[in-house]
T-cell receptor, first 110, second 113 residues
Framework: GQNIDQPTEMTATEGAIVQINCTYQ??????LFWYQQHAGEAPTFLSY????GLEEKGRFSSFLSRSKGYSYLLLKELQMKDSASYLC???????????FGTGTRLLVSP | GAGVSQTPSNKVTEKGKYVELRCDPI?????LYWYRQSLGQGPEFLIY????????DSGLPNDRFFAVRPEGSVSTLKIQRTERGDSAVYLC???????????FGPGTRLTVT
C-alpha cells in the first residue's frame, strides 16, 4: 500500500517563501507530482519529480529524495492567488494511477 | 485546445437511484482516470482506462460502481442504488499516454439525499 503525509494547513505572508513538505511510504514508486487546487476547481499540474534533486519552474520548485521518501514544494514571492490546496501525489509503478495525500491548504495573507 | 470536460457539473439524486456521470477527455489522450474527492480530502483513485479497456479497477468501492469507455474516448461512470456515502466530487483526468501528466476536468458534484 501507499501512505502519504503532508501538513493540513499553512499560513504565509504575501511576498514570502513557503515550503510544503510531503513524506511517503510506498510499495512501488514511479514519480511524485504536485498539484494546485483552488476551492471548487479541478487540480492543476505544478511539477513532477522522478529522480532525486530539485526541479525549478518559475516561482515554484519541487525537491525529491527517494531514499528518504520525502519531497517538498517551494513557493517563492507568494501572491494572494497562491491561496489554495496543494496536493502531493505518488504514481503507482504498476498501473500509473496517482495516490494523493489529503492536501495542504495554504492561506496567503497581505 | 479544449480541456477535459465533465457533465453534469452538479447532480442531486435520491438514495437508491441510478446515476451516470460523463467524461470527455482531451482529444488524442489514450489514458483516462476516474477519481473521487470528498471534502477536505485528496482525490481517491477509482478506475483507469488504457484505450477501451479498464487496466485497473481496484479503486471501485463495490459492485454498484461501473465504468465504460466503449470507443476509447468518452467514458461514463455508472452508480447503481446510490447511497448518501456516495456524495462527493467525481473527477476525471486524461493523459496522452499512461505515463504522462494527468489533466483533470472540473468534476461532477454528486449529492445523494
Amino acid at each position: 500500500g501507499q501512505n502519504i503525509d503532508q501538513p493540513t494547513e499553512m499560513t504565509a505572508t504575501e511576498g514570502a517563501i513557503v515550503q510544503i513538505n510531503c513524506t511517503y511510504q510506498t510499495s512501488g514508486f514511479n514519480g511524485l507530482f504536485w498539484y494546485q487546487q483552488h476551492a471548487g476547481e479541478a487540480p492543476t499540474f505544478l511539477s513532477y519529480n522522478v529522480l532525486d534533486g530539485l526541479e525549478e519552474k518559475g516561482r515554484f520548485s519541487s525537491f525529491l529524495s527517494r531514499s528518504k521518501g520525502y519531497s517538498y514544494l517551494l513557493l517563492k514571492e507568494l501572491q494572494m492567488k497562491d491561496s489554495a490546496s496543494y496536493l502531493c501525489a505518488v504514481r503507482d509503478i504498476s498501473f500509473q494511477k496517482l495516490v494523493f495525500g489529503t492536501g495542504t491548504r495554504l492561506l496567503v495573507s497581505p | 485546445g479544449a480541456g477535459v470536460s465533465q457533465t453534469p457539473s452538479n447532480k442531486v439524486t435520491e438514495k437508491g437511484k441510478y446515476v451516470e456521470l460523463r467524461c470527455d477527455p482531451i482529444s488524442g489522450h489514450t489514458a483516462l482516470y476516474w477519481y473521487r474527492q470528498s471534502l477536505g480530502q485528496g482525490p481517491e483513485f477509482l478506475i483507469y482506462f488504457q484505450g477501451t479497456g479498464a487496466a485497473d479497477d481496484s479503486g471501485l468501492p463495490n459492485d454498484r460502481f461501473f465504468a465504460v469507455r466503449p470507443e476509447g474516448s468518452v467514458s461514463t461512470l455508472k452508480i447503481q442504488r446510490t447511497e448518501r456515502g456516495d456524495s462527493a466530487v467525481y473527477l476525471c483526468a486524461s493523459s496522452l499516454t499512461s505515463g504522462s501528466e494527468q489533466y483533470f476536468g472540473p468534476g461532477t458534484r454528486l449529492t445523494v439525499t
